[in-house]
């Protein structure tokens, strides 16, 4: 879901590039069918890396509109069509029910920055959709979003200041200086940010597929570096995949890490179909409720090309590669395989109501019974209204 984000997918760890295409791949992962894709005539030069293929069991090969979008090299075969177990939403929440409220990210601020006209038609048609709450991709000039979050508040829109990066989690200083320059800025302006909301998703670092529990456990300590940041001082959110409640850190489920370090969540449950939304957003919002926090749920607006996964084990890879000028190469289309590990296919039409903008107001009037659903949080809503 953000600016770094390309296409969804189950664990785009090769892929690093704006995150909010990102976020929300991974939130695409279970809606699959095992499917066939059109094998062109005319045979590839796939490079292969030879280093992290001997460190892999297999490979998986992703395809988007007929095109090779990119490769990973697994030691076991991913399996999150297979949903972590239902929790049971115990009733003792201290959220106090309220009236769901209707948010949007904004990625391209600096189109709103530069051009009051564009912001002031982009305020307006938001306010008359209901939508109360912006998440504002902020960069360090902070001043330059005076006269933005003034224009909002005539609206009656709150501004939330939307950052984070997967590189985060490498280095937490970054973070904690964004914190900083915020806090000063509410200190010095009226008109202030509502909160502040990381949107990191170390799942992108390209490390992640070969050291997951190291990458998770600095994310877990960057949540708790930020929350320490603000606790008294500024409403704290975080964004996260729904199957974050399939990994652990120390033995403690990440969801649940993430519910006890933040003062809000955002859930990417892209889903069309309000029971697969429910279904895979049910222990996000049961950990939320949990901790007594207030969790958003997200659903998605841009377009989602459909993707085909293969996993080819590498033995079976290894017979057909070659070499060329020192490097390695398939000469093989991975389609045209007869066997495969795995495979399946993820439809972008069931992630994101692309291009029915009308479908997706509709959506969020569907009653959610969870204590800790407090609205809709919307991605993509800008490149449907900023043009």
């Not at 280093?51 to 999150?80: C, G, M, P, W």
Request: aromatic share 12%.
């Amino acid at each position: 879901m953000a600016l770094r984000r390309q296409l969804w997918r189950e664990s785009p760890g090769n892929r690093a590039g704006p995150g909010v295409f990102a976020r929300t791949v991974l939130a695409l992962l279970p809606v699959f069918l095992v499917a066939c894709s059109s094998v062109p005539a005319i045979s590839p030069r796939i490079a292969i890396d030879r280093s992290r293929l001997s460190r892999s069991r297999y490979v998986e090969f992703v395809y988007a509109e007929q095109r090779l979008s990119a490769i990973d090299y697994r030691k076991n075969i991913i399996h999150r069509n297979a949903p972590a177990p239902h929790l049971q939403c115990k009733p003792s929440s201290t959220i106090s029910r309220v009236n769901p409220v209707l948010g949007a990210w904004v990625w391209r601020s600096d189109v709103l920055l530069h051009n009051r006209n564009t912001a002031h038609r982009f305020l307006h048609e938001a306010a008359a959709h209901g939508i109360r709450n912006l998440y504002l991709q902020i960069h360090p000039d902070l001043e330059s979003f005076a006269g933005l979050l003034n224009m909002a508040k005539g609206f009656d829109i709150k501004v939330f200041a939307l950052t984070g990066s997967p590189d985060d989690v490498d280095d937490y200083g970054p973070a904690l200086r964004i914190i900083d320059q915020v806090l000063a800025y509410n200190q010095s302006h009226a008109t202030r940010f509502s909160g502040i909301q990381f949107d990191v998703e170390p799942y992108l670092l390209k490390r992640y597929s070969t050291d997951k529990h190291g990458v998770l456990e600095r994310y877990a300590g960057l949540l708790r570096a930020l929350h320490a940041r603000t606790l008294g001082k500024i409403p704290f959110g975080v964004v996260v995949p729904f199957w974050f409640d399939q990994e652990t850190v120390g033995h403690r489920n990440l969801m649940g890490i993430v519910s006890r370090n933040a003062d809000n969540l955002a859930i990417m449950s892209y889903r069309t179909r309000i029971g697969q939304l429910l279904a895979v957003s049910n222990n996000g919002l049961c950990y939320a409720q949990m901790y007594g926090k207030p969790a958003m749920l997200g659903i998605e607006l841009r377009h989602i090309p459909s993707e085909t996964h293969y996993f080819i084990a590498v033995s079976q890879l290894s017979r057909y590669i070659r070499v060329s000028g020192g490097h390695s190469y398939l000469p093989k289309d991975p389609r045209q395989f007869t066997h495969y590990a795995r495979s399946y296919t993820v439809n972008g039409s069931a992630i994101s109501f692309y291009p029915h903008v009308g479908a997706a107001f509709r959506y969020t009037r569907s009653s959610i019974q969870y204590r800790s659903f407090s609205g809709w949080i919307m991605d993509g809503l800008g490149q449907a209204w900023i043009r």
